[in-house]
């Protein structure tokens, strides 16, 4: 089945610097990588997400890209801001066969600060 | 328009008891997924419902029965709990079978003693 690793599992940045988080998977049948924010005790909530027929996506002061040859995308927050601190999560989206299911990473924990 | 909703929020249990953690969605969603969320591990895929009727093991289906009740509601079930299913359990929704945003509920906090 499909793996995906994340990294870093925290980071701390200072507010307006920019933050990166990498994820690599394992299955090239992937098509759909969603990023997902979830804030302390809160649901997740999709932030963005790209299509593998899609190099990069922009959405305000996040950014997401994908290198499919590598089999790994990246989430890009410019300019943080404290209300950014959340855990985000990656995922990717395998449909072979019958099956049609996301995997996730397991988390970057990522904090703020003002 | 509620969205995903789940219930109950929290639920302690003891081992070997029984419970059904209940999910509905009003957004006439076909799939429908169960994951659980524990410290340091993602969210793992319980089981999911890619269609009405249709039910799938996920990632850690062991322990879990589930029921795809009519489109809105899917229901998941712990027959003999045992401490190793202490989680945070969401439940989610997507539009499509295929590849498409999920939708998730607020979740329910289970403790196993």
């Known amino acids: 089945g499909e793996n995906v690793e994340q990294h870093p599992s925290t980071l701390s940045v200072q507010e307006g610097d920019s933050a990166v988080i990498k994820c690599t998977y394992s299955?090239?049948?992937?098509?759909?990588f969603p990023w997902y924010k979830q804030e302390l005790g809160k649901r997740p909530q999709l932030i963005i997400d790209i299509r593998s027929n899609v190099g990069e996506k922009k959405d305000q002061r996040i950014a997401v890209t994908l290198n499919k040859t590598a089999k790994h995308f990246s989430l890009h927050i410019t300019e943080t801001q404290p209300e950014d601190s959340a855990v985000y999560f990656c995922?990717?989206?395998?449909?072979?066969?019958?099956?049609?299911?996301?995997?996730f990473g397991k988390g970057t924990l990522l904090t703020v600060n003002p | 328009n509620a969205g995903v909703t789940q219930t109950p929020k929290f639920q302690v249990l003891k081992t070997g008891q029984s419970m059904t953690l209940q999910c509905a969605q009003d957004?006439?969603?076909?799939?429908m997924y169960w994951y659980r969320q524990d410290p340091g591990m993602g969210l793992r895929l319980i089981y999911y419902s890619a269609s009405e009727g249709t039910t799938d093991k996920g990632e850690v289906p062991n322990g879990y029965n589930v029921s795809r009740l009519n489109k809105r509601e899917f229901s998941l079930r712990l027959e003999s709990a045992a401490p190793s299913q202490t989680s945070v359990y969401f439940c989610?929704?997507?539009?499509?079978?295929?590849?498409?945003?999920?939708?998730f509920g607020p979740g329910t906090r289970l403790t196993v003693l």
């Open positions: 989610a929704s997507s539009p499509r079978t295929g590849p498409d945003t999920q939708y």
């Open positions: 299955d090239s049948a992937s098509n759909y």
């Open positions: 995922a990717a989206f395998n449909s072979g066969g019958s099956n049609y299911k996301l995997t």
């Open positions: 957004m006439n969603h076909n799939s």
